[in-house]
Structure formats: structure tokens, C-alpha cells
């Protein structure tokens, strides 16, 4: 527990230095980042703290709430004081307070921003996510900045070769002759030999692969549980993705970059979780992603479903879209360490991660409603980003206007930022970015990603939609700005 002195009182400066060996959880009652500059209100927090900025221009109330082992968390109000009630803080983690006449240092940053490139279990932050986004769509380019739209390059297969570690074909994992059928996603990794990876869907058993080496050539195959699996993410080393069996929760799968030629995988179970009136999913058909957070856990940021899901026979009104956040944070072993979720990635015979998801909330997007809505019903990818100078995260979705028109729609590209509506995590549109696709290399909504490259810079990328009969080689599309 906190000590006593702390109790409904606020902490000087001088009792903080005896909280600064303690963690925490969030179950919520936060105050949007950016409205906190605009508000004297208070603000209460109870449940893991560690889930969300505490951060607050005003008092800050904070009970029945828990820093878990192994987590860092920083509250900071300005103009006003912290009160703590009846919290838990556990031996081996961290909890500061910080009560500031002007606020000069400003919120702590909410995700990781000082990760290397190649580090373990996080991405290189971007700067100054927005100005990126819009250079990269042509807009407000500063002078000598040059936007590069037409950077094709192409990696190949044998189709008759087996691949590890599966031991499929090409010609029997790749292709098919319906069109419903194709690449799921198509991600930049970290690694320098390993450069590229990506999902496909199949009518029996979907595949995960990687392509490497200096001809960029196919080099490992993986089967998926279902026929579907969702587009591919990035996070540090690992390449991740959803998938589910008929008889377990649905999981996010990890596979380590280095170990991409044998069966190393491991798997985040994602159980269902309370919506109140309903118990609810995870949806990952519409893209899903990971961001290290200061605290030591990760933000699981999922969308679906990713087809139309129409209510109409000219399937022009889909369903609403469904936008999970979890947090994930590893579980102590018996000795009491901390363990980083991607530390147990050689775990127990089951290939289960020992982490614990905590369902952050649910943010719904209608059809029709809300900024630039129809830049976003039929995304089947997304990717999140960190930025570094603020700490604040972001959502790249990639998609299409409607995929079932006669002939092929433009696509885009919806960043949108990840605010609080004062009970849980949403998603605020802030831009897009719209530009013609194709099938031979640039379909955006089956396989368009983002990564940041070790300069900071934010590039993007678009792949061939499917791999036709007797076909071995895939042309996909890179767009970025040469400053």
C-alpha cells in the first residue's frame, strides 16, 4: 500500500523520493492529452495505472488503484495537487508524483520514444507524426523536400520449392483461383537481412513469410491456425499478427525476425472481456499493432472486422468498426522477476507468453459519422506509431473506397492519433492521404503498411494484391520523402 503520510494528502516533493520504488494498472478516468491544457477540473484514476498518460492541468484524484512489478509510472498535475487513497504499489516497480506550479516539463510521454533501431521490443519513434503525414501526401513540402511516389522494387519464389518451416509450396500455399484470396498485409521489419515479411489468405490454412537476403527472395513459410489471419505488424524484432483456432480465444502471434526459418512462435491469448450489456472480442481483421508504453507495458490497438460486413445488398453501408485497446503487461515468474513478454518468447511446450491483457475499452466507428468516416470502414491493416517528441500514439489504417466496385477505387491512408474521452481510449482522425492503387503492386487496403526508418522518417508501403497462377515474382511500392 501507499505509505499513510501519502493518503488523501497532496505529496511534496520531498515525500516523492520514498514512492520511487513502485507500479501501477488503469481501469480509467482520464482526461483527454490535449483537453488537459484547457481544464481546472479534477480528474480521477483507479485500477492499473500504468494503461495511460496521468497527466492533468488540475488536481488529480487517485484510488484503488495499482502500480504492477516491473512498471514506471509518472503522474504529474499542474496548477493543482495529487491525492492518493488506498493504492497499491508492488515492490520492484516505480511510481513518481509530480505537482508543478506552471508545468514547465510538461506530460510525460505516454509511449516509448527513445528506442533504437533494432532494439528488442519496440520501433523508432517518428517526428512530428502529422507534418510527416502530410509531406507524404504532397502537401506543404518544405523547400529541397522531394516526394518520391513510384519507388517499385520486387521479391521472388520458386513455386514448386518447399519453404521452412512449413515445408508448403508456393503453388499450393500462394495460389488460388479465387479472388477473395491474397495478401493479408505486407510489413517492413527491423531487420536488415530479413527486410521484408507479410500474411496471405487462403480457402484452407493462411501462411506467414519472410523475405530476405540481397535479391530479396522468399525464404521462409509458416502456417497460419485459420484460413484468415490478419494483416502483419511490427514491434522491435517480432512480427506479429492475428489469428484464432474454433476451440480458443483468438491470440496475437509473435514470430522473432532472426528465428524466421524454424517454428518458434509465441502466443498472446486475448480472452473475452466485459462490454457491460455483452461480452465482447477481439476484433483484428482490420489491422493490429503494438506500442511500448514508458510505463514497461505494451498497447495492444486492434480493428475489425476488416471486410464490408454490408447491411445493404449494394454494400455501401458496412457495419460499424470495432477498435480495441488492450494493455499488456508481462507477469512476474516464481522468483518475483519481471519478465519482458518478448524474454518468454522460448516459453512453455504451449508457446504461451506469460503476459497479462487488460481490456483498456472499445471505441466505435460508425458508418457515415465523425470526421473523414468513409476514409475508414474497409481497412484491413494498420500500423501504430509513436512520436517523439510528445510520446503520443498514432494509427495509420490502410484501406480503399469500396473494394466491391466494378472497377478498382482509390485508396488512402487515415492517421489518426489516440486521445481519452475521460472513461476510455478513442481514436481522433487528424488526416489522410488519398492516391490511386492497383492490383500488380499497389493494393492498399489488403497490404499497405507504415514503418519508421532509423532516420525518424515515416515511409509507406503497398503490395500486389494476390499472387496469380504460375506467377514467382511480386512487385510492391514505396513511398517516402527524399528531405
Not at 210 to 215: L, R, S, T, Y
Amino acid at each position: 500500500m501507499i505509505p499513510s503520510f501519502a493518503r488523501g494528502r497532496s505529496v511534496s516533493p520531498l515525500q516523492i523520493a520514498s514512492l520511487c520504488a513502485l507500479p501501477v494498472l488503469l481501469s480509467v478516468a482520464f482526461a483527454s492529452r490535449r483537453a488537459q491544457a484547457h481544464q481546472k477540473t479534477a480528474i480521477a484514476l483507479s485500477g492499473p495505472l500504468a494503461a495511460a498518460p496521468c497527466s492533468h492541468h488540475g488536481d488529480i484524484e487517485i484510488a484503488d488503484a495499482h502500480v504492477a512489478f516491473g512498471e514506471t509510472v509518472t503522474c504529474v498535475s499542474t496548477g493543482a495537487e495529487v491525492r492518493i487513497e488506498d493504492t497499491h504499489v508492488a515492490e520492484g516497480s516505480r511510481f513518481y508524483v509530480r505537482a508543478e506550479s506552471h508545468g514547465d516539463a510538461g506530460p510525460p510521454p505516454w509511449a516509448e520514444t527513445m528506442c533504437s533501431s533494432g532494439a528488442l521490443d519496440c520501433n523508432v519513434c517518428a517526428t512530428d507524426v502529422v507534418t510527416q503525414f502530410k509531406h507524404l501526401a504532397g502537401n506543404e513540402l518544405p523547400p529541397g523536400a522531394e516526394l518520391s511516389r513510384e519507388e517499385i522494387d520486387e521479391w521472388s519464389f520458386d513455386r514448386n520449392q518447399t519453404y521452412p518451416p512449413s515445408g508448403s509450396k508456393p503453388k499450393n500455399a500462394l495460389e488460388q483461383i479465387a479472388l477473395n484470396y491474397h495478401f493479408q498485409g505486407f510489413v517492413r521489419t527491423n531487420s536488415l537481412s530479413v527486410p521484408f515479411a507479410g500474411t496471405y489468405s487462403h480457402s484452407d490454412k493462411g501462411s506467414i513469410f519472410f523475405v530476405g537476403g540481397p535479391d530479396l527472395e522468399l525464404e521462409a513459410l509458416h502456417d497460419a491456425w485459420t484460413g484468415h489471419p490478419s494483416g502483419a505488424s511490427v514491434l522491435g524484432r517480432f512480427v506479429l499478427f492475428g489469428d484464432h483456432t474454433s476451440n480458443s480465444p483468438r491470440a496475437v502471434r509473435m514470430i522473432p525476425v532472426s528465428n524466421h526459418l524454424d517454428e518458434t512462435m509465441a502466443h498472446l491469448f486475448i480472452p473475452p472481456f466485459d462490454l457491460g450489456a455483452e461480452t465482447g472480442n477481439i476484433q483484428m481483421g482490420g489491422g493490429v499493432g503494438m506500442v511500448k508504453l514508458t510505463s514497461g507495458g505494451y498497447m495492444l490497438i486492434s480493428t475489425g472486422p476488416g471486410g464490408p460486413s454490408a447491411t445493404d445488398d449494394d454494400k455501401h453501408d458496412p457495419d460499424p468498426r470495432y477498435t480495441d485497446f488492450h494493455y499488456v503487461r508481462a507477469n512476474p515468474n516464481a522468483a518475483g522477476t519481471a519478465l519482458s513478454p518478448f524474454g518468454t518468447i522460448l516459453p512453455a511446450s504451449n508457446g504461451a507468453m506469460d503476459l497479462t491483457p487488460f481490456h483498456m475499452g472499445r471505441w466505435i466507428q460508425v458508418y457515415g459519422e465523425g470526421a473523414s468516416a468513409k476514409k475508414y470502414q474497409y481497412s484491413e491493416n494498420l500500423t501504430v506509431i509513436s512520436e517523439c517528441e510528445t510520446g503520443d500514439v498514432y494509427v495509420i489504417h490502410a484501406s480503399m473506397l469500396n473494394p466491391y466496385a466494378l472497377a478498382i477505387q482509390r485508396g488512402y491512408w487515415r492517421l489518426s492519433r489516440v486521445e481519452w474521452d475521460g472513461v476510455r481510449p478513442y481514436l481522433d482522425p487528424v488526416y489522410y492521404l488519398e492516391h490511386d492503387q492497383d492490383w500488380e503492386n499497389c493494393y492498399i487496403r489488403s497490404a499497405g503498411t507504415a514503418w519508421v526508418n532509423p532516420s525518424h522518417k515515416i515511409e509507406l508501403y503497398c503490395h500486389d494484391y494476390r499472387v496469380g497462377p504460375l506467377e514467382e515474382q511480386i512487385e510492391f511500392r514505396r513511398r517516402v520523402v527524399n528531405y
